[in-house]
């Protein structure tokens, strides 16, 4: 019998910090993990398409991993994310396994089930822990009927990190399919309520660490009603950050500058904001810090 990763929550992605002067800043990567622990995350996210640590040297990679797993001190689980072809995931589980992760997040490029499937227990035979496997556009011919074949057949195959609503459409019955073994993880949580209405187990954002576990939890309690309320008060940022893919980074980045958590708004090879855009972000910041300071504080927020 195949055990269930006892995962269920926010796992945060973990969007990198610079200094002013452009240096990786690893203390504010300590900070935010601090932070989110203490908002009640379920677990992080480093290294994936969505943190943008292509462009950065194996050294920054590394440190920023070491830092979180310091941060985290077990507390939570830290997926990984690894090479795009199964050569190159052995090769970074070798690296990364040294300083102690555990669990990872793949992308095996798909071509033809025999293959995909091969590459899979190629990687999965070198992972210590559990694997999450990332839905890109090159395996958008990936049928349910192989990942429930792989995971029946691979432990810690447990989660499919789905990054459209469309994917999350065409996969929504594997949870069942599996008994609940395979479980989904959303990245787009502009329905995050009503995902999770449909059953959704793990919810995948950046920061507003005390935001979203506070709407998760007051979903999976029960008070659905209260976590629609809270979530249509965080909307207008949602829909701010999904004008333009640099505007998500540059927003959060600014928000955990503007909380203490980032020792600068810069990111890395991107403009910053304009006059008009700082002004609306920065209005749309003051609701998310208000709001977090109540939920911290355990106040009402309506």
Not at 119 to 131: D, L, Q, R, S
Not at 199 to 206: A, D, L, R, Y
Not at 234 to 259: A, C, G, M, S
Request: proline share 5%; net charge negative.
């Amino acid at each position: 019998m195949k055990a269930l990763h006892p995962l269920r929550g926010i796992i945060t992605i973990l969007n990198t910090p610079y200094t002013p002067g452009g240096e990786v800043d690893f203390p504010a990567v300590n900070c935010n993990v601090k932070e989110a622990l203490r908002a009640g995350v379920s677990g992080f996210a480093i290294n994936i398409k969505e943190t943008r640590t292509s462009k950065l040297s194996l050294f920054d990679k590394l440190k920023i991993t070491e830092t979180a797993l310091d941060a985290c001190n077990n507390e939570v689980p830290v997926f990984v994310g690894i090479g795009e072809t199964a050569d190159e995931a052995v090769n970074d589980l070798n690296i990364y396994k040294a300083l102690g992760v555990k669990d990872v997040v793949v992308q095996i490029p798909y071509e033809n089930d025999e293959q995909f499937k091969a590459e899979f227990h190629k990687v999965a035979e070198h992972v210590p822990g559990t694997i999450m496997l990332d839905i890109q556009e090159p395996q958008k011919n990936l049928s349910q009927k192989l990942l429930l074949d792989i995971s029946g057949n691979v432990p810690s195959f447990q989660y499919l990190k789905i990054n459209s609503l469309s994917d999350l459409d065409n996969f929504s019955d594997l949870q069942n399919l599996s008994d609940s073994k395979l479980n989904m993880v959303c990245t787009d949580i502009s329905r995050m309520a009503e995902r999770q209405k449909q059953g959704i187990p793990v919810f995948m954002p950046f920061a507003m660490h005390w935001v979203f576990t506070e709407i998760f939890n007051l979903f999976f309690n029960g008070n659905e009603s209260e976590a629609v309320s809270l979530f249509n008060e965080i909307h207008p940022v949602i829909e701010f950050t999904e004008k333009h893919p640099d505007t998500l980074y540059l927003f959060f980045n600014r928000l955990l500058w503007k909380q203490g958590i980032f020792s600068s708004p810069l990111v890395k090879d991107m403009a910053p904001f304009n006059e008009t855009m700082a002004q609306k972000a920065d209005k749309l910041i003051k609701k998310i810090m208000v709001l977090e300071k109540m939920i911290r504080e355990g106040r009402k927020y309506f």
